[in-house]
C-alpha cells in the first residue's frame, strides 16, 4: 500500500471506531464490539508503522 491509501484505510478505521463507541457505552460491553474495537486498534497501529516508515523513506 502507498502513503495515500494507509491514510484512506486509517480514516475509514477511525469512522468505524467512532460508531462503535457510540453504541459502547461505559456499561454496556458486547463481546462482538470488544472484538472489533481490539481489531481495530490492532491495525491502526500496524497503519502507523507502515506510514512512519513511509515518511521516513521520504525524508
Not at 470488544?34 to 512512519?52: T, V
Request: proline share 2%; no cysteine.
Amino acid at each position: 500500500m502507498n502513503l495515500e491509501e494507509l491514510l484512506g484505510r486509517k480514516r475509514v478505521l477511525e469512522i468505524e471506531k467512532e460508531a462503535i463507541k457510540k453504541y459502547m457505552g461505559p456499561y454496556e460491553h458486547d463481546k462482538n464490539l470488544d472484538e472489533e474495537w481490539k481489531r481495530i486498534n490492532k491495525e491502526l497501529e500496524e497503519i502507523e508503522k507502515k506510514i512512519e516508515g513511509l515518511k521516513a523513506k521520504e525524508n
